[in-house]
């Protein structure tokens, strides 16, 4: 049912956790798809001996991070892709509690979970709860509604969607605003923690480009469709961009 995809292109300390972490899932059947981009003959031979027949190893020259989540979708063969991050911990029952919520309800298409918050020692500083039913469709117009490392979402439904086609630092937040015009698409939210998300310096939450490349996404909409809902919601990420984004 499920193909686990990463994306890794470097060992920032935390690797190993996480991939033990996947490989130690009380629900076994799986595939774990690691896509390893433009990253270092070191760390490729290192994936490489991890013994483990459910995982299947990519390597790609090309950095960006859509290009490579889009490789990985490409070679899925389950039915719904579980995202996560090479530097995030998975809780262990996290496949057995999404197998569990899509059994109840065969049509969900996504499952939003919630997690913990961790530094970079591994010590949690902070909870995200999204056990209640949000009108992401509204939310996405001011943040983004998502973790993306702690969704599973159909395979097809991403495909259809035609994949990531964001910049370096708001891949999700663009797809999820093309899906947002899908009305069918049916999200369930969940207080289960899915997985310890890392806030490292590593990321690029916050930065300038992140938000000039989600207004971007803002002012095309509102251009095609010229709403007040649109037209503020660029204005919004404007906004962020100039008085809230860090030079990274």
Same mark, same amino acid.
């Given at each position: ?8 292109? *470097? ?42 027949? *459910? ?39 996290? /496949? ?33 709860? /999204?056990?209640? &039913? ?19 979402? *159909? ?14 630092? &708001? ?35 916050? &930065? ?12 095309? *909409? ?27």
């Amino acid at each position: 049912m499920f193909s686990v995809l990463m994306c890794c292109n *470097r060992d920032d300390g935390f690797l190993d956790e996480a991939l033990q972490s996947v490989l130690k899932q009380t629900y076994e059947d799986f595939e774990f798809l690691i896509i390893l981009n433009n990253c270092s003959d070191e760390l490729y031979k290192k994936i490489l001996n991890v013994d483990d027949p *459910r995982i299947v190893v990519h390597r790609t020259k090309i950095g960006q991070l859509s290009f490579n989540l889009n490789y990985g979708i490409n070679l899925a063969s389950r039915a719904y892709i579980v995202r996560f991050d090479a530097d995030d911990i998975c809780h262990p029952d996290r /496949l057995k509690e999404t197998h569990k919520i899509l059994t109840s309800d065969s049509e969900i298409d996504i499952i939003a979970g919630s997690c913990r918050l961790i530094n970079d020692k591994g010590a949690v500083i902070g909870n995200v709860d /999204l056990s209640k &039913s949000l009108n992401w469709r509204s939310v996405l117009l001011r943040k983004n509604p998502f973790i993306h490392p702690a969704l599973a979402l *159909r395979t097809d439904l991403i495909i259809k969607s035609r994949g990531y086609m964001g910049g370096f630092h &708001s891949e999700d937040y663009e797809l999820w605003l093309r899906m947002s015009d899908n009305e069918n698409i049916k999200v369930a939210f969940t207080n289960f923690q899915m997985i310890d998300y890392r806030i490292s310096e590593h990321q690029a939450r916050g &930065s300038k480009l992140g938000y000039a490349e989600v207004a971007s996404y803002f002012l095309k *909409r509102a251009l095609l469709k010229p709403t007040l809902k649109n037209g503020c919601s660029v204005i919004l990420s404007l906004y962020k961009f100039y008085f809230k984004g860090e030079n990274k």
